[in-house]
């Protein structure tokens, strides 16, 4: 039996560089049982397999319908279903991954040093997830029917020693009761590690926080800071951050979530109060010389031309951690020229709210009145 598998994101998205376990798991699986399985890099091909499996993480991934429709076609994965998406069957979830399926992509792609750092998920990583699920029921989340963290993949289920890095894909890793355990035997490898969903900063104490910060990071800390109703509890949380960690280490980032109205209205109103929730948030983060990473949820894109432009020039600004640390909104904006979109709407937006116009001057090196800076 041949057996085709399509990761979709990776044929849809362009710029998309990270491997699909659930391929590489199928992969593995059956290649164990005997069969050949292949990964394919469009769908022209997609009839010359006696089955195919597609899997896709991102909801807005295209996928030809006449994939989808053929009788030897099996898809899943939370691109599909999202909050309902299956899990995969017991003897292929807790399958080490299958870290060649790649292979002839990468190799076909990445000439040059520059291109195979692009492509270094695919080529320098074991990827799982130690625990799974979380307790927080945040209503946009995929985890949103999850009943709390559970300890998931042992990592020797995935760790690929001649691999020298590790990434996890938990979900709130520091809420599963058995986290001491499972990150003990992180440490043991002495390999570079991240979590790349970000940890929550909300529930760390301090021995957790120096556990992590013992470890070799491999991207720095990364922490969510979703809702401005948490902001006493997470500058609380930095404080205690910055008595384990020296202010000088400046890789902690904190992923900061725009465009989605916890109330799931999206009034008229909303959209400035959410730009200033945004802005807030980014202060606190720059009072702890931390970096920010803006997450657009999709409803952004509906947001009135002003306010969309704003997320656009705070997204631009924020994500690149070279621009945020030197400059200020309005440095970056006004940098790009008069005649930019950019300048443009930060001129339109600075009219039509006044009020918010210190905020554009805030800048990285200066904001430093947080109680640890006297
Ligand atoms: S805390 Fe994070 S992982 Fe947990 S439900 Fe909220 S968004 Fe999802």
Redesign the pocket.
Known sequence: MRIGIIDADLLYRKRHRFPNLACMKLSAYWKEQGFETELLLDYSQAGEYDRLYVSKVFTDTFVPEHILTRETTIYGGTGFFYDKAPVLPEAIEHHTPDYHLYDQMVKENSAGEKKKKEFQFYTDYSIGFLTRG?????S?????N?TGAVAASPLEEFYDPSRKKLCFLD??FFACAEWEKIFSSVLETGRRFQFR??L?LRIMQKRQMELLASGKLDNGMIF?F?HIKDQELIVRKLELLREVIPVSYQKVKLYVLCGYDWEGTWKADFWAKDIRDVFIRIKILMRYKCLAYLMRYAAWERAPEIYKGMYINLSRWCNQPAQYSKKSLREFCTGQGEYSSCFRYLTAFEALHPEMAHYLDMKYEEVQYGKIYG
């Open positions: 979380c307790f927080r029921k945040c946009f989340c995929v985890n949103k999850s979900d709130n969903q970000g929550d969510a979703d």
